[in-house]
């Protein structure tokens, strides 16, 4: 019998979710007042589907704003 080897999936967890977006504000690709469907450009197509069904588990809609989903940020120089 044969046997594939495959890459296990990545587990897009909210946090997980909320940490890349986080980043991407930060390096400048994306702003917080972008909807949160802006993602699917940084996140393979064949991974879009769990994202999108995580984000809906947490009640977050693709239509939200990027900045609901990564919460208030916080400024270590204040």
């Keep these: 019998m044969l046997q594939t080897t495959t890459a296990p999936a990545v587990q897009y967890s909210i946090s ?4 890349e977006a986080r980043e991407l504000v930060q390096n400048g690709a994306i702003s917080r007042h972008q909807p949160i469907y802006v ?3 940084y996140i393979p197509a064949r991974e879009w ?3 999108e069904c995580e984000l809906e588990r ?21």
């Design 49 to 51: 589907s769990e994202v």
């Design 16 to 19: 997980l979710i909320q940490d």
């Design 58 to 78: 947490c009640n977050f809609l693709l239509r939200d704003c990027v900045g609901d989903l990564i919460g208030n940020e916080r400024w270590e120089n204040d």
């Design 39 to 41: 993602l699917c450009q």
